[in-house]
C-alpha cells in the first residue's frame, strides 16, 4: 500500500508564499502522474495542477501564473505565490497509474491577514 504524506501547510498572509510537499512511502513518482487538489470550506475537491512523468504541466485558471508544481523522485511540489484568502483549503497529493489511485491526508493552507 502506497503512502502519501503532505506538508508545508500553513497561516500566511494575503500576496505570501507557501511551499508544498508531497512525499511518497515508495518510488512510484518516477512512474505515477501526481495531482494536486484543494478542498475549500463547504466546497467540493477541486483539481489544482497537474504533472506527468515527462514533467508536463496543467494549472486550474485560477492558479495559473501564480502557482507551480515540479517533481523529483521522491517528492512533489506545489509552490504557491502570490497567495489570496480564496487559495484557503485542504490541499491533497494524489498519484494515479491506470486503476491505481492514492491519496495523501491532506494539508491545511489558510490565507488571512
Known amino acids: 500500500q502506497v503512502r502519501l504524506v503532505e506538508s508545508g501547510g500553513g497561516l500566511v498572509q494575503p500576496g505570501g508564499s507557501l511551499r508544498l510537499s508531497c512525499a511518497a512511502s515508495?518510488?512510484?513518482?518516477?512512474?505515477?502522474?501526481v495531482a494536486w487538489y484543494r478542498q475549500p470550506p463547504g466546497k467540493q475537491r477541486a483539481l489544482v495542477a497537474t504533472i506527468t512523468t515527462g514533467g508536463s504541466s496543467d494549472y486550474a485558471d485560477s492558479v495559473k501564473g501564480r502557482f507551480s508544481i515540479s517533481r523529483d523522485n521522491a517528492k512533489v511540489y506545489l509552490q504557491m505565490n502570490s497567495l489570496k484568502p480564496e487559495d484557503t483549503a485542504v490541499y491533497y497529493c494524489?498519484?494515479?497509474?491506470?486503476?491505481?489511485?492514492?491519496w495523501g491526508q491532506g494539508t491545511q493552507v489558510t490565507v488571512s491577514s
Open positions: 494524489n498519484a494515479y497509474l491506470g486503476s491505481r489511485n492514492y
Open positions: 515508495t518510488t512510484i513518482f518516477s512512474i505515477y502522474t
